[in-house]
């Protein structure tokens, strides 16, 4: 195996494992949002409220479970944004300007596509 290839190989496992570890941890923080629903006898059919990024830590912080279900869903989205950053990293280390110029495509269209959704709800 060349050198190349090992430190493709090794970015592959480390992403891996960021987007194992990003899955694992959504769905934790999720999962306490809805017993926190629970407990509070909130049923998900009611409707949820609008996203708010700057209220979320204060949600957090009161332990209100719309926090923690917003903080489990950016967590969701994040996952595979980051594997794209890191592919986009990764193949700017080894040289392949080609798949740099496809990540950061991709990140494109991601950051239009949720421009696009601000401005649409608000």
Known sequence: ????????????????????????????????????????????LDGGPKFDLGAIPSQVAAFAPVGFLWVGLLAVISAPISRVVGAAIGSA????????????????VIAVAVATALVAGS
């Open 93 to 108: 280390r080894s040289g392949d300007r080609w798949l740099v110029v496809v990540a950061i495509a991709i990140l494109l």
């Open 1 to 44: 195996m060349t050198r190349q290839n090992a430190v493709s190989h090794g970015l592959e496992t480390r992403m891996g494992r960021l987007l194992i570890a990003l899955t694992y941890v959504s769905v934790a923080i999720l999962v306490v949002g809805v017993v926190l629903m629970a407990i509070d006898g909130v049923s998900p």
